[in-house]
């Protein structure tokens, strides 16, 4: 494999997994913060601000996982991410065909119902 695509296929992995452990981590944190009962206003306020830091890191992570994911599927799109044989397979076109023949001959069976 090509040493910058392999490169960038463990960036972007690194990038998930630390998207995805920071969303695991902040959310264990929140439900330590959660429960209330016996403390008073002045603790209570010091967490709902703690919670409020961990739930922006959150969202903050699952923005950056949603562009993440829109890149990857507008390079896929584009045909940038040089993946291992082109869409010009030989069949298809073919299997293409078949596929259309039968969606649209179990559409007309299911009109006709």
Request: proline share 3%; hydrophobic share 45%; aromatic share 6%.
């Amino acid at each position: 494999m090509d040493q910058p695509v392999n490169q960038r296929t463990l960036l972007l992995i690194d990038r998930v997994n630390y998207d995805i452990l920071t969303l695991n981590k902040r959310f264990e944190n929140i439900i330590n913060l959660a429960p209330i009962d016996g403390k008073d206003k002045n603790i209570t306020a010091s967490e709902v601000f703690q919670i409020e830091v961990h739930a922006t890191a959150m969202i903050r992570a699952a923005e950056d996982l949603l562009a993440l994911t829109r890149s990857l599927k507008e390079a896929w799109l584009f045909g940038q991410l040089g993946t291992t044989g082109n869409a010009e397979r030989p069949g298809t076109d073919a299997n293409a065909k078949e596929v259309s023949q039968a969606l649209l001959a179990w559409y007309k069976k299911s009109a006709s119902i």
